[in-house]
């Protein structure tokens, strides 16, 4: 496929960003401070099985993903959790039940591995976006276990965490953006991690088939596509040299 000016017209290729998950990687903030201590105290924990509560996209993968590294536990999908896999799951003596949603998992498999790891003495991460305690259960015990669980919550995030984030999606996806487009797309996106992934993985894809850096103007193209306000649009040069 060619473009106007004979070049060839690059297709974009949706492969998936590899985000950075280190310790050092997680953008400490206010809202995760209890959440994060949590992590850098394993195993000093105050209690062997913890939840950490939170919005979607609010670090809780992240903060997993750093938990499972110190304890070498398997990662595993709530929804994937069976009476039968118990066991295997706990194999390492670490276990992180990711995305335990009501309705979404077995009751029987859960009380299962609550019994279990209290039995061995495992570590168990659970998150969740709400807490546990506020499911409606059919299993009465489950229900009362899961309200003795110690919930650390993430609350949403404030407006430097969502500019940071920005930051950090874009260089996961090796985007050189500049401070001016961040802010004008902070004031405009859905005030949300997520939204902010949202925005980040549409400028990633235009800025690749248009074969152009993410700019001011590429920035209130790709809000207008979304169907947010993109505002009035820049008038000015973008540093990378573009005229709007």
Known sequence: MAERDGRPRQLPLDLPASPALRREDFLAAPGNAAALTLIDAFPEWPARVVCIVGPEGAGKSHLSAIFAERSGARILDARA??????????????????DLEAGTFSEAALFHLLN????????????????????????????????????????PADDALLAAVLVKLFADRQLSVDEATVQYLLMRMQRTVAGAKRIVDALDTAALAARRPVTRTLAAQVLKEL??????????????GEED
């Open 116 to 155: 279990l790891a209290r039995e061995q003495q495992a570590y168990l991460l659970m998150t969740a976006r709400t807490p546990p305690s506020s499911f409606s259960l059919a299993t009465a015990d489950l229900a009362s276990r899961l309200r003795a669980v110690p919930v650390f919550e993430i609350a």
């Open 227 to 240: 169907g947010e306000d993109p505002g009035e649009a820049p008038s000015f040069p973008d540093v990378h």
């Open 81 to 98: 959790l069976t009476r039968e896999g118990v066991p295997e799951a706990l194999a390492t003596g670490a276990l992180v039940l990711e």
